[in-house]
């Protein structure tokens, strides 16, 4: 059975640090790259950050989260993280990881929803001001 399960979301102050997880299972993870969106309520979902697979080594950023979000993958571990740093209150959301095959991506990875394989349930943030 595939799953993508993510973890690590809370409360934080503004100004605050979290790191959320993605722990996959049920396909071959190495061949997959993952990308985080979010979703605030009442608005529609946001692409974050994504990354590829190893053997390309890249990662991007939604310019909002440049220099203050860093995603990274541990294969061995089966596990995307995404580090977040001096977040904000606007950034509150469910936080949701998800994963497509590599194929087609070039070395690259996708910050848009659409052609994503499969979805974890989210992990709610929130940052209170």
């Known amino acids: 059975e595939v799953e993508l399960v993510e973890s690590g979301g809370g409360l934080v102050q503004t100004g605050g640090s979290l790191r959320l997880s993605c722990a996959a299972s049920g396909f071959s993870f190495d061949d997959y790259v993952i990308s985080w969106f979010r979703q605030a309520p009442g608005k529609g979902r946001e692409g974050v950050a994504c990354i590829s697979i190893s053997h390309d080594g890249n990662s991007y950023y939604a310019d909002s989260v440049k220099g203050r979000f860093t995603t990274s993958r541990d294969n061995a571990k089966n596990t995307v993280y995404l580090q977040m740093n001096n977040l904000r209150p606007e950034e509150s959301a469910v936080y949701y990881c998800?994963?497509?095959?590599?194929?087609?991506?070039?070395?690259?990875?996708?910050?848009?929803?659409?052609?994503?394989?499969?979805w974890g349930k989210g992990t709610l943030v929130t940052v209170s001001s």
């Open positions: 998800a994963s497509a095959n590599y194929y087609g991506y070039y070395g690259a990875c996708p910050l848009v929803d659409y052609g994503m394989d499969y």
